[in-house]
């Protein structure tokens, strides 16, 4: 997958939210499959930073991941991937 999809996937509303109540952890859980040193990068008031968005696709992420991620909150902020708490 390259940037421009990854970033059109993020940029979709049309995905229906998960209705899972740890879904920033389950977010971790699917980057670490690409990344398994990434963890919690930055956080501030109320989000958190993870993967670095190109890094994820230079290791590989596929599409169906990238949406799952996207469902469950995930967004692209600061070139990095970033849920709200």
Partial sequence: MDRERFDRIFDNDDYKPYPQKDRIFAGLEII????????????????????????????????EDAIMLEVLGWHIEEESLAHFV
Avoid: R, S
């Avoid at 398994?36 to 109320?46: K, L, M, Q, V, Y």
């Fill in 32 to 63: 670490k499959k690409y990344l398994p040193d990434e963890d919690i990068g930055a956080a501030e008031h109320d989000i958190v930073y993870a993967a670095d968005c190109d890094e994820l696709i230079k290791a590989g992420i596929t599409e």
